[in-house]
């Protein structure tokens, strides 16, 4: 039986745990929302990927069988209310969908490293239990690497 993630506080570094399904199947389409039973999904430190010294997590049967991962990591916020700003950063070679508590967030077609201020969607936080939800793509199945690091910073009023 594996363990279960407890939820952070708040932000996500880019060495934090997460739960990973890979893209060769289709999750449950639930698998987004907070509650969601994710126990039977992989586990493992940020820094997804393959062919290359970023991957904590090397998913070396990626190349030429799928092109996209899903992951998943549960936070807490105390108070959504003090939260002034959130910060979503993806260290990736291609494109991503990222979801927060079941909602889509921000869809990117480009590769990048760089900070997007996604504190519009601080509405959709909640006291308590909260989840970061991302579908990672490579830019091609058949790719030589693949990159795949999320963070999430919180910037408190």
């Known amino acids: 039986m594996k363990k279960s993630i407890k939820p952070e506080s708040q932000d996500i570094p880019d060495d934090a745990e997460w739960r990973l399904f ?19 999904w992989l586990r493992g430190k940020s820094g997804f990927g393959y062919g290359n010294r970023k991957s904590k997590f090397e998913l070396s049967d990626m190349r030429g069988n799928y092109d996209h991962i899903f992951v998943r990591r549960e936070f807490t916020v105390d108070d959504p209310d003090a939260i002034e700003k959130v910060l979503l950063t993806i260290n990736s070679d291609g494109a991503f969908i990222a979801y927060l508590n079941g909602i889509e967030i921000i869809r990117n077609k480009l590769r990048m490293n760089e900070e997007l201020d996604i504190s519009g969607f601080t509405h959709e936080l909640l006291p308590g239990t909260n989840v970061l939800s991302i579908t990672g793509f490579n830019n091609r199945i058949g790719s030589k690497y693949f990159t795949f690091i999320p963070t999430l910073k919180f910037i408190k009023r």
């Open 22 to 40: 890979k893209g060769d199947k289709k999750p449950h389409f639930k698998w987004n929302h907070i509650g969601f039973d994710d126990k039977m």
